[in-house]
């Protein structure tokens, strides 16, 4: 067991660029030997601070967003065909999240592997609490149990908190990674964010 | 000579992220054999289309921005140094570019590569017509034909519709990269660029 600083990969289930880091954050963990603290956050906390506004429904950038996702998702061989409704407020699996990790600790990272791998073939509504629970169910976590805790004020304000708190700390993107007190915001940051534990930073 | 299509380098003078490109451009297109063609352009031109507004004017993202560009200049051993009123509006920098590449072709790039030399070093206005000049006639221009020339109604035409047509075209953003029709925007889309260009895309 590494008992190096996790890399903190902070998410928004329903962006594209954090789909894209979820498919290399382990490897280039494993790499670095370093373990992965998986963070779902509500990116619309970060965006009523900075002003910001979802790349979908940002005219002209929005198009490109969308077809540099499908290009990228293209070369790694992955599917990219998230519901037309895209982006979903996907706060029904971000509890989910916090619920299995707090219930069921070290079952929450193969739930969210398997929320982006359902939400980007389309066959996931993650805005739905029955339907992240009947994924949960599939998982083999009791499904009735998961979607009651979907609804516990506890839950409700761990992501509150954790989404208001990640925003304080200078966290305001998807993906973005901390390691070490070390920003980086974006999926095209994973190889220098790789050189820098490499190197130990410059 | 190479008869390939160019890799287009859309920018803003006052981009960060534009002027990381611009210590990276030249090698990139050596090594896959293609010429550059810098395109320098105002990209509140873009702003009015997207809604977007620059880093250095967005809570905590520009935070987040001017620590991510010193820190990748230090990484290229370059000086991150702008004027403290940063972002300047280039505009004049922008048309003496568009003067010299009538004027003068064949001296736009290297015009182009010392106003950012010295804008990152905080030794150039580039929203000073006078200081644009002068850098000018310190490479062996005319200072005085190019301070006259940065008022010609052509030239203000030129770098308005250049900038207008560059949006038309989806371009959006500083760095932005086109080749064959591919767009790719963002410094940290290089590494990609470059895939792009060696496997014939994807």
Known sequence: MTTASPIEFWFDF???YAYLAAQEIDALGARVDRPILWRPYML???FKVTGMRGLSSTPVKGDYARYDWARAA???GVPFAPPVEHPKVALPATRAFYWIESAHPGQ???FAREVFRR???GKLDTSDPDAVAALAGGLGLDAAQLRAGLEAAAIKDQVRTTSESAVQRGIFGSPFF???GEPFWGWDRLPMLEEWIRTGGW
């Open 119 to 121: 939400y980007y073939s």
């Open 108 to 110: 929450e990272q193969r």
């Open 178 to 180: 901390v390691v070490e």
């Open 74 to 76: 293209r070369r790694m």
């Open 14 to 16: 329903s962006s594209g």
């Open 44 to 46: 619309g906390t970060a």
